[in-house]
């Protein structure tokens, strides 16, 4: 199994920023990748982006590309989201999941980043 902790979310203004981790433990050996996703009230889970575990490529969606950075901590297992130009629609629960193949996945407990305008 694979376990993960989000942290780093909050309140901050539009046009501001903030950076989430993604601590993972257990078998982080097996995971191909970590996405981050996003879930805002009365929503969809919508996909962010993502980061190849055993390398640097990432991945972005849209609506974050250019605004939004994810990298990886090799020493401490985490995965970070650097959010920047923040706005007011990125307001959501931020979960983070591992992908270990195979339809094998696991997911953090979410955590909540609020943006007002």
């Known amino acids: 199994q694979v376990q993960l902790v989000e942290s780093g979310g909050g309140l901050a203004q539009a046009g501001g920023s903030l950076r989430l981790s993604c601590a993972a433990s257990g078998r982080t050996f097996d995971i191909a990748y970590i996405a981050w996703f996003r879930q805002a009230p009365g929503k969809e889970r919508e996909f962010v982006g993502r980061?190849?575990?055993?390398?640097?490529?990432?991945y972005y969606s849209d609506s974050v590309k250019g605004r939004f950075t994810i990298s990886r901590d090799n020493a401490k297992n985490t995965v970070h989201l650097q959010m920047n130009s923040l706005k007011p629609e990125d307001t959501a629960v931020y979960f983070c999941a591992a992908d270990l193949g195979s339809g094998n996945n696991y997911w953090g407990q979410g955590t909540q980043v609020t943006v007002s305008s």
């Open positions: 980061i190849h575990w055993g390398g640097t490529s990432t």
